[in-house]
T-cell receptor, first 114, second 114 residues
Framework: EPEVTQTPSHQVTQMGQEVILRCVPISNHLYFYWYRQILGQKVEFLVSFYNNEISEKSEIFDDQFSVERPDGSNFTLKIRSTKLEDSAMYFC????????????FGPGTRLTVL | AQSVTQLDSQVPVFEEAPVELRCNYSSSVSVYLFWYVQYPNQGLQLLLKYLSGSTLVKGINGFEAEFNKSQTSFHLRKPSVHISDTAEYFCAVSDLQGAQKLVFGQGTRLTINP
């Protein structure tokens, strides 16, 4: 059964460093998303991506964040200069172009900023 | 803008007992409603969804939920739980249009005791 994959499963970085979180969405899906979950808090929407451009972004998704689909299979989230408060679980999701919006989620990447 | 409230952060129940996980939402427009489950160290998996039509929807693993528009609720129920149902459960809503980001509740941790 097709699934969304994410790498790495756990990333530890120093404050101020750049990190890239990688996702491989399901191959025939067209909409891609990043969400994050800070420990003990709710899952929050960061950004949606369609047709090689951002469809919508939240107020969390500031200039430190960027997304890219570099090669037609990967979907990446880059944080340019990490802060302590960026420590969270980051989930990638994808969906077919459908009105029913069943989003399929990856297992997540736990980012720890020291 | 939408918001979702899950009234119980933790729900302990005994095996084979019934369970109800509560979810209330707020929105000025019509929405789709979802319940997702997260097993330990895994991504979010769709349990069930309400799009339109019958207000009682059935999902995987014997779960069902009832949409109540007047009470803006979408409570999740199971008549008899199993140890394997131990997980975190998330209620979510999305717009009917656009990129359809999911807005999540805080989650409810369901713990099944033998």
């Amino acid at each position: 059964e097709p699934e969304v994959t994410q790498t790495p499963s756990h990333q530890v970085t120093q404050m101020g460093q750049e990190v890239i979180l990688r996702c491989v969405p399901i191959s025939n899906h067209l909409y891609f998303y990043w969400y994050r979950q800070i420990l003990g808090q709710k899952v929050e929407f960061l950004v949606s991506f369609y047709n090689n451009e951002i469809s919508e972004k939240s107020e969390i998704f500031d200039d430190q964040f960027s997304v890219e689909r570099p090669d037609g299979s990967n979907f990446t989230l880059k944080i340019r200069s990490t802060k302590l408060e960026d420590s969270a679980m980051y989930f990638c999701a994808s969906t077919e172009l459908s009105p029913y919006n069943e989003q399929f989620f990856g297992p997540g990447t736990r980012l720890t900023v020291l | 803008a939408q918001s979702v409230t899950q009234l119980d952060s933790q729900v302990p129940v005994f095996e084979e007992a019934p369970v109800e996980l509560r979810c209330n939402y707020s929105s000025s427009v019509s929405v789709y409603l979802f319940w997702y489950v997260q097993y330990p160290n895994q991504g979010l998996q769709l349990l069930l969804k309400y799009l339109s039509g019958s207000t009682l929807v059935k999902g995987i693993n014997g779960f069902e939920a009832e949409f109540n528009k007047s009470q803006t609720s979408f409570h999740l129920r199971k008549p008899s739980v199993h140890i394997s149902d131990t997980a975190e459960y998330f209620c979510a809503v999305s717009d009917l249009q656009g990129a359809q980001k999911l807005v999540f509740g805080q989650g409810t941790r369901l713990t099944i005791n033998p």
